[in-house]
């Protein structure tokens, strides 16, 4: 069974720098790509970034673009969100969720796409 770990998440201060881990593990665990989300309290979950498994090829939406970067360790099946410049509307439990079958297409940021998902860490960003 494939099972998805966030960490690395905290309390930081506007302008700051977080990054976290996502690591995978499971029987034979592969994935087409793997995602980070995140949901504020009374909002909905939102894509932020997603990377490809065989490409590397990342995905960014606008709200973080150029502040995050998504990327992977496909040795230690272990996918990382670097976030910089962290604002205050940043603050929210992070998840990340994997695409095993190939799904997602086209839909990056479609979260009913996603087949596993981890427990979730939360980044707080204060001023």
């Known amino acids: 069974q494939v099972r998805l770990v966030e960490s690395g998440g905290g309390s930081v201060q506007a302008g700051g720098s977080l990054r976290l881990s996502c690591a995978a593990s499971?029987?034979?665990?592969?994935?087409?790509?793997t995602a980070w989300f995140r949901q504020a309290p009374g909002k909905e979950r939102e894509g932020v970034a997603r990377i490809s498994t065989r490409t590397d090829l990342p995905a960014y939406a606008a709200s973080v673009k150029g502040r995050f970067t998504i990327s992977q360790d496909k040795a230690q099946n272990t996918v990382y969100l670097q976030m910089t410049n962290l604002k205050l509307e940043d603050t929210a439990m992070y998840y990340c969720?994997?695409?095993?079958?190939?799904?997602?297409?086209?839909?990056?940021?479609?979260?009913?796409?996603?087949?596993?998902w981890g427990q979730g860490t939360q980044v707080t960003v204060s001023s």
């Open positions: 499971g029987y034979t665990y592969s994935s087409y790509s």
């Open positions: 969720a994997a695409d095993l079958v190939g799904r997602v297409g086209l839909a990056i940021f479609d979260a009913a796409k996603y087949d596993v």
